[in-house]
């Protein structure tokens, strides 16, 4: 609300079909306030819904074509003019009637012959609260945008701060450059079909789709503990080098059970990611590590982001191989159906591949 608004004159509409009444009206109000008229219901709808409306409206119910119930009936479906309060001004004097009134959305009934001195003092009274009700809507929209803005703050710091510490493990294993961006694309991808797949559907739901993508950077965050004379070797590993490279997966979920802790509370995404980083090499045959798990007893994380990492992995040169095209990458996978993969997620890969091969080709 501008500052200008609590010091220029308030508008008052004032309704009546008789010119008598709105000349006395006028004559009451005009000192203090911007008078309006309108000699009938229509004629105060479009004044009331016009770009400069009253601040607040003296109403008659007994006019002709349109009475005041229906007028104001009428103001409180309007998106412009509901919050414009009305005080009904009218010779009905029945309590039943201004009961009536005051459940149509009414702030105030007054009888006639009026009193000038209890219809300023109601004018001023209402046009006050009116004046408290706009101040306390405007800050609430401020403060529930400055929440939204911190709020959005809050969760770019946060996604910054997972790409870095994921960046950090693909740089110390940097042969398969944008890594994480593709494996975290092919997991949204795959999530994003499977959503409504008999199997999956009460798991993927769309809050849940958001947070794994979130956690996918987090995969490998387990290789900043591993040896460099073991990550970075030029070659293929020995049985026992490999068997120091499999702590990535049970060393990348402490790290985060270490950050979850040191947080004081769970975050959903975390746990994704905790499930990623330990799981996604375990097997659907349960031959994988680091728990030997099978089939459903692997985390739905961890079987989406066990088929994204590996695709990506074949699709990458490495010292020891070059990288296969996407038909030999396709062909491999396939056949780790029911073995390597959960068999509905390998068929998932084949209903998307084409756009796994754009998302290889686009973060090359």
Sequence with gaps: MDVNDYTKKNVVLVVDDTPDNLSLMSGLLKDDYKVKIANSGERALKIAASDSPPDLIMLDIM??????????????????????????????????????????????????????????????????????????????????AEVRRRTEEIVAIQDVTILALGSLAETRDNE?????????????????????????????????????????????????????????????????EFAVMKEHALLGKRAIEEAELRLGMKVDFLNFAKEIACYHHEKWDGTGYPEGLAADDIPVTARLMA??????????????????????????????????????????????????????????
Aim: hydrophobic share 40%.
């Design 176 to 240: 398969t450059g944008n890594h994480i961006r593709r494996t975290q694309m092919y997991l949204w991808t795959l999530a994003n079909h499977l959503k409504e797949h008999p199997r999956f559907r009460m798991f993927l739901s769309d809050k849940n789709i958001q947070s794994l993508y979130k956690s996918a950077p987090l995969h490998d965050i387990g290789k900043v503990g591993v040896p460099d004379s073991v990550l970075m070797k030029p070659g293929k590993l020995t049985d026992e």
């Design 63 to 144: 006019m002709p074509e349109m009475d005041g119930y229906e007028v104001i009936k009428r103001l409180k479906a309007g998106q412009k003019t509901a919050d414009i309060p009305v005080i009904f001004l009218t010779a009905k004097a029945d309590t039943e009637d201004e009961r009536y009134g005051l459940e149509l959305g009414a702030v105030d009934y007054i009888t006639k012959p009026v009193s000038p001195p209890i219809v300023m003092a109601r004018v001023k009274t209402h046009l006050a609260l009116k004046q408290a009700r706009d101040f306390l809507k405007d800050r609430n929209e401020y403060l529930e």
């Design 307 to 364: 088929l994204a990492d590996v695709y990506d992995a074949l699709i990458s040169g490495r010292v020891y191989k070059p990288p296969f095209d996407h038909k030999k990458a396709r062909d491999i996978i396939v056949e780790g159906k029911s073995k390597h993969f959960d068999p509905d997620v390998v068929e998932a890969f084949l209903a998307v591949e084409e756009e796994f091969l754009a998302i290889a080709m686009k973060h090359t």
